[in-house]
Nanobody, 124 residues
Framework: QLMLVESGGGLVQPGGSLRLSCVGS????????IGWFRQAPGQEREGVSF????????QNADSVLGRFTISRDYAKNTVYLQMNSLKSEDTAVYYC?????????????????WGQGTLVTVSS
């Protein structure tokens, strides 16, 4: 059974950077699309970025375009989210999720396996 564990969250000042990791265990991530989502207090869960399994196609939400980069390390069974130029509105719990179709997308319903989340706080 596939399990996902996120790490790398924390407190960072506006303009700073963080790299989140999503490590898969129990099954290879090679055939899964992996998405990153976030949820701020009182807000709905929002798709941030995803990477497909077929050709490593990536796509970012408009709110993070040019600031966030998703990448995959097959040897480590890990997907990363590099977050630069962080803003206060990026504050949220960040989740990674796996889509067995390999396609990915920004809809949470496309993903069957979720991690527990990691908190990112952007504040001075």
């Amino acid at each position: 059974q596939l399990m996902l564990v996120e790490s790398g969250g924390g407190l960072v000042q506006p303009g700073g950077s963080l790299r989140l990791s999503c490590v898969g265990s129990g099954y290879s991530l090679d055939t899964y699309a992996i998405g990153w989502f976030r949820q701020a207090p009182g807000q709905e869960r929002e798709g941030v970025s995803f990477i497909s399994s077929t050709d490593d196609k990536t796509q970012n939400a408009d709110s993070v375009l040019g600031r966030f980069t998703i990448s995959r390390d097959y040897a480590k069974n890990t997907v990363y989210l590099q977050m630069n130029s962080l803003k206060s509105e990026d504050t949220a719990v960040y989740y990674c999720a796996a889509d067995h179709s390999g396609i990915g997308g920004f809809w949470a319903s496309e993903y069957a396996v979720w991690g527990q989340g990691t908190l990112v706080t952007v504040s001075s």
